[in-house]
């Protein structure tokens, strides 16, 4: 029985011909909120949720819903998600919950967020806000009254595709120099050149960082996940296709 031995003549710096290139869809975790893991009873207040990973705690608690006389915090379903399964749910009406910003360390640089979730923007309502950073909008994904799911940075819309109904996996993923968007009901993602400033100052679900109504959301949320790093276009297409084939949307 006889090897085949191939030798190199210096480092192999891009992947050969036909080789199929690896994603990374692990590295570089900064919060993953999953409400599965809340342990509340059906239709309790979530007064807090607390996201896994590396982040510091403040970055990663979900408290309050800031302007109490305006905003309330919402509710837990035991069975509103995909598949029948836990999510956070919220009216339509007034509810969000936020980060305690004036506590959160500020992270600059880049940045990707994804959510599993299914909404729309509630009567009167142009653009609901299911995740928004703050202060400034620096990133947020929003169903929108047109039908559609809008994805803006720095308050500007930068990319606009149709809201599939039911739950979707939303992911946008942002670098100084692109922005790559995708939906679960995309075949592949889009990529927006341009000037960005990327970064996290805390976030909210469910309405912006306002203290008057104009922004809510009717729908759930069911996982959030960040990472301290722009994905590429490959792991944008491999974090959608992970997330779609564990909820099944």
Not at 7 to 22: E, K, Q
Not at 101 to 110: H, K, L, Q
Not at 180 to 185: D, E, G, L
Request: aromatic residues 8%.
């Amino acid at each position: 029985m006889t090897a085949l031995v191939i030798r190199a003549r210096s480092s192999l710096t891009n992947p050969l011909p036909g080789t199929p290139i690896l994603p990374d869809i692990g590295s570089g975790l900064y919060f993953d909120f999953d409400a599965r893991t809340l342990s509340l009873i059906n239709g309790e207040t979530v007064n807090a949720w607390l996201g896994s990973g590396p982040a510091p705690e403040k970055n990663r608690l979900l408290n309050t819903a800031q302007s109490i006389s305006v905003w309330t915090l919402p509710t837990y379903s035991a069975t509103d998600g995909p598949g029948g399964i836990p999510a956070v749910k919220f009216n339509g009406v007034n509810q969000r919950i936020r980060t305690t910003d004036a506590n959160v360390v500020p992270y600059s640089g880049d940045f990707t967020v994804a959510v599993v979730g299914q909404g729309s923007a509630p009567s009167g309502v142009t653009l609901s806000r299911m995740y928004g950073s703050s202060p400034g909008s620096t990133t947020a994904i929003s169903p929108a009254a047109s039908g559609n799911i809008v994805f803006q940075q720095e308050g500007t819309n930068i990319f606009s595709t149709p809201n599939p109904g039911g739950h979707f996996v939303a992911v946008i993923s942002v670098s100084q120099s692109k922005a790559v968007q995708m939906t679960s009901a995309m075949d592949s993602p889009n990529v927006l050149p341009g000037s960005f400033a990327p970064g996290y100052t805390g976030f909210g679900l469910g309405g912006s960082s306002g203290n008057v109504l104009g922004t809510q959301m009717a729908g759930t949320v069911s996982r959030v996940t960040a990472f301290t790093r722009a994905l590429s276009v490959d792991d944008v297409f491999a974090l959608m296709q992970a997330y779609r084939n564990e909820y099944g949307i």
